[in-house]
């Protein structure tokens, strides 16, 4: 292959990892911009592959019975050709990446955008501890969040078959709001994973790690603990249920009423037992 050639070819291969974007429906933004990427390096990567194993059975076969090895003459275009092309492909790989990595949606810091409750925002604290989760909604007076607050079952853009088993730790989501989820652990080191949503966090001791994500599609999503816990590792699965918007705050809502309700209730309880058994009130 001629240096002009080769040169053709890396620069059709750039230029055709330019038209990869996130053409599939994504659920989520973070999801969109890591599989976006992976499609991007996947589409420098096949051709690169395919050229070199070409070559490789080529010269196995050409050469296969020579006698006498001769050695390499030098070809200064070729060296100049191979070596722009790689630089043209590290820096591509480079920027692509640099892209997704620097996103708050993948990675997030504070410094980057702050969570505006006004405008939807949702702030949610999932907290890891053996072996389970804890998902408290602050700014929605819920805590300890599970399926059995929600009425999934009245979620009409989600079918019953989806939403009948789920049960556990759950995190309600709008559909098309940022979404900030902060993560702690109350003992050892935890993960926070919903692979379907690229969403993956540590979860440490003394410390609060946030994600910053936008679901896109209605949904239940399966997560889990992606860090060796301890025996009871593999039980610590949630859910994250995608919602829209009118139907997350009906249902957060609701779940608002019942916390405050068993709060009220556990304070009734409380005073009964507090009250001697036996004194007559008022006599
Ligand atoms: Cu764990």
């Keep these: 292959m001629t240096a002009k050639r080769l040169g053709t070819f890396f620069a059709a291969v750039v230029g055709l990892t330019a038209f990869v974007g996130t053409a599939a429906a994504q659920p989520s933004t973070t999801a969109g911009l890591i599989n976006g990427l992976n499609g991007k390096l996947l589409y420098i990567a096949v051709p690169i ?9 080529y010269t196995v076969l050409k050469f296969k019975d020579s006698d006498e090895a001769k050695p390499t003459r030098e070809n200064r275009r070729l060296e100049i050709t191979w070596t722009i092309a790689t630089a043209i492909i590290l820096v591509f790989v480079g920027v692509a990446s640099y892209g997704a990595l620097a996103n708050p949606n993948v990675t997030y ?7 505006d409750p006004g405008q939807g925002d949702v702030e949610v604290t999932a907290t890891a501890y053996q072996w389970n989760w804890r998902m408290n909604y602050t700014n929605e007076g819920v805590t300890g969040l599970t399926a059995s607050d929600l009425n999934l079952s009245t979620v009409d853009e989600l079918p019953t078959s989806e939403t009948e088993d789920v ?11 940022d979404v900030y989820i902060t993560t702690t652990s109350e ?4 993960a926070f994973h919903v692979p379907e ?3 993956k966090q540590d979860s440490m001791p003394n410390q609060n790690n946030t994600i910053k994500t936008r679901p896109l599609e209605v949904g239940v999503y399966q997560g889990y603990c992606a860090e060796y816990c301890g025996s009871g590792h593999s039980q610590m699965y949630f859910n994250v249920v995608v919602v ?3 139907t997350y705050d009906r249902l957060m809502s609701e779940a608002a009423a019942a916390s405050s309700e068993s709060a009220s209730t556990n304070a009734t309880s409380a005073n009964a037992t507090s009250t001697p058994s036996g004194s007559v009130v008022g006599a």
């Design 49 to 57: 592959t395919i050229l070199v194993e070409v070559i490789l059975i």
């Design 109 to 115: 810091t504070s410094a980057m955008a702050q969570p």
């Design 167 to 177: 049960s556990g730790p759950t995190l309600v989501l709008p559909r098309g709001q």
């Design 187 to 190: 003992d050892v080191i935890h």
């Design 197 to 199: 949503l690229g969403l």
């Design 244 to 246: 829209e918007q009118d």
